[in-house]
């Protein structure tokens, strides 16, 4: 295994990596963005008023965006493990 090999795969997860992280993180950010602009716009200081919104936005986030993840995912995992006897020599 070369050090190109290695750096390739290592870019390679970092990079599903974000994709699958990209969604849900996105979508906490945006209902975040949301209820503080509301919160300073009603002047209502509660730190806690945005945990809800965010888990149910990344919850529906996970829902509408699973199957497109889990493919992501699945050919990643099947380019890895397919990979591995190239890998040997």
Known sequence: MTPETVMTMGRQAIEVTLLIAAPMLLTALAIGLLVSI????TQINEQTLAFIPKLVGVFLAMIIAGPWMLSIIMDYMHNMLTGIPAMVQ
Do not use: E, P
Not at 38 to 41: E, K, R, V, Y
């Open 38 to 41: 509301f919160q300073a716009a």
